[in-house]
């Protein structure tokens, strides 16, 4: 394997193309496999494109489910690159720390506002991907600075444990509900099939302990009517546990920036991810910790950032070692511009799909019959938010914070 003595570009290739990879699965969601699914019950392939692209109901994985701590991961990866860029500028700590502060409130802000347009009112939710990484981003920054300061990873990794000890010790010292429990302010019932039993019932849907803190978090805001439970069993503290996936980001962040071979580097997230991955499924199948993105369970955290270094290594492998960079444009479009991918594909998708209708015909998108149809409208949606990427990319538009 060739190797290198230089430092990586400031622009890592393979990390703009894993980064606009997760953006096109986010993205791909207008395709809406379900609806094929639903429309060829018997067909075991669009089963199974229609179970990774959706969220598992509890406990386990699809590739959807990877979508939110690779974003997060690769924020930690693009922070050690962030703050060289500053310091090269001669930028002072305090700079940084304004910027800092600003991107973590835009994040936020811009959570919510997405979150809120199709709202009667303000949507004061923080459970979703950017605020979730606006509620973390600071202290990822002060762990980021003081580890670049002592040149050590030991720093991250020990904050890394005291998150997710903490968390767990919070989950598993609240009480588990008592026989008089009304199950009716959960959303869910005593029998759901996916409730965990014995120790690992700390973990269920909206009987926990970041569920409690929501019911009086959340009902400090207003809100139409007062807050009782998440459906989908999603919570604010799952930041805290989030910010455990950017700092796993945040190593291999530092290690890919000082790399001095490519084998090396390979090796080390192989095998970071192999003892992340053995560690989370111990966690699981020992009953001491569940592994549930929705609730985001320190077992999860170690699951997903296995999953992210080795998608990283792939990446890197692929993209960078055997530069094949060309092979990937269309990725790297979308994961250079990733902030304005999103917010194209969360708020301009049904304004794309309803013109099509209005300009092409209410049943353009039936032209190989209707249980297509959502495939034909969701191909040309992406296609439109491609060409606006590119446009973009060319005109060398980019959404920063």
Known sequence: MRETTTLPPQRVSSVDAYRGFVMFLMMAEVLRFSRVAEAFPDSAFWAFMDFHQSHVPWVGCSLHD????SFSFLVGVALPYSMASRASKSESVSMMWLHTIRRSLILVFLGIFLRSMHSEQTNFTFEDTLTQIGLGYPILFALGFASEKIQRDALAWGALGVILIGYAAAFALYPLPALDFDWSQTGTTADWE???KGFAAHWNKNTNAAWAFDRWFLNLFPR?????FNGGGYSTLSFIPTLGTMILGLIAGKWLKSATSYAWLLKRFVVTSAILLILALLLHFTGLNPIVKRIWTPAWTLFSGGCAFLLLAAFYFVVDVKENKS???????????????????????????GSFKIHLGQHYDAVFGDGYASLISGALILLVEWLILRWMYKKKIFIKI
């Open 224 to 228: 139409e009517k007062p807050f009782e």
């Open 66 to 69: 990877l979508i939110q701590p």
């Open 194 to 196: 996916h409730n965990l």
């Open 327 to 353: 092979w990937f444009f269309p990725l790297i479009v979308i994961g250079t511009n990733s902030i304005a991918a999103y917010i194209i594909a969360d708020g301009f998708g049904s304004f794309i799909r």
